[in-house]
């Protein structure tokens, strides 16, 4: 199938380009595949466009050599790599229009999940718009990602970071707006700030519920104990 990129936003993201597929909507959240292909085939050189995939060099990360060669392109070189499902690694660049941002919580391993609308602080004790500036202008930051909201009920979520599994906290008004599209036993493990406003706090919460996202913790404690015992034998 053919994707699709839109520059509406790079006046303002220059290194951004938006990558539209059957699985991401646009950041905004308001051009999905359908309207791209449309925009695209009435405007063939209009700020919406057509991205042939090329070779799929990692299906799980979403790594397409024409999604790598479309972004190069338009961002002068800065960008060379894109990963479709990670907020970690390659993640999408992201503009300043995005409906919400995926976050990583290191002290839970996990990864939040704020939209513009939630004018509190999020678990991480940041802002929205803090966490804005981080994460638009064109930049490809590890562990901020701007996303779509639709995206978020996409089984293809951030899956090459372990997907909707790893979502730990987002607020109520989101939540009931995605709840019924999510997997239902792990919909009451999602925390909201109607139930956690504490980063300090979120930790024992999810043990409490049984989050899978627990599983994880042994996992990486032992990587960074591998890692401790290996720099002792370097000294």
């Known amino acids: 199938e053919m994707f699709y ?9 220059p290194t951004h380009a938006c ?22 085939k009435v405007d063939p050189k209009g700020p919406l466009f057509e991205i042939p995939p090329g070779e799929c060099v990692n299906l799980e990360a979403g790594e397409y050599t024409g999604i790598n060669e479309m972004i190069k392109k338009r961002s002068l070189g800065e ?15 992201s503009c300043g229009c995005f409906e919400a941002i995926d976050f990583y919580i ?8 704020v939209d513009r609308n939630y004018s509190d ?14 994460t638009g202008g064109g930049k490809q930051l590890p562990g901020f990602n701007g996303v779509s909201i639709q995206y978020i009920i996409n ?16 607020p109520k008004a989101v939540k009931d707006r995605v709840g019924e599209f ?30 899978p996202i627990v599983k994880t913790w042994a996992e990486v404690l032992g990587e960074e104990e591998e890692e401790e ?7």
Request: charged share 20%; with cysteine.
């Open 19 to 40: 990558c539209i597929t059957p699985d991401r909507t646009s950041l905004c959240g308001s051009i999905n595949w359908f309207d791209a292909r449309a925009a695209a």
């Open 106 to 113: 290191p002290e839970v391993n996990g990864h939040g999940i």
């Open 79 to 93: 960008i060379e790599r894109i990963y479709l499902y990670s907020g970690m690694e390659f993640p999408h660049t």
């Open 182 to 211: 999510l997997p239902q036993d792990l919909l009451p493990k999602i925390a909201t700030e109607e139930e956690v406003t504490d980063i300090n706090d979120l930790k024992k919460w999810l043990e409490d519920v049984d989050h």
């Open 121 to 134: 602080v999020a678990i991480n004790g940041l802002p929205f718009s803090a966490m804005a500036n981080q």
């Open 155 to 170: 089984k293809n979520y951030q899956r090459f970071d372990g997907g909707i599994n790893t979502v730990v906290w987002m």
């Open 5 to 13: 990129g839109c520059v509406l936003c790079q006046s303002f993201a």
């Open 229 to 235: 015992d290996c720099l002792y034998q370097n000294r």
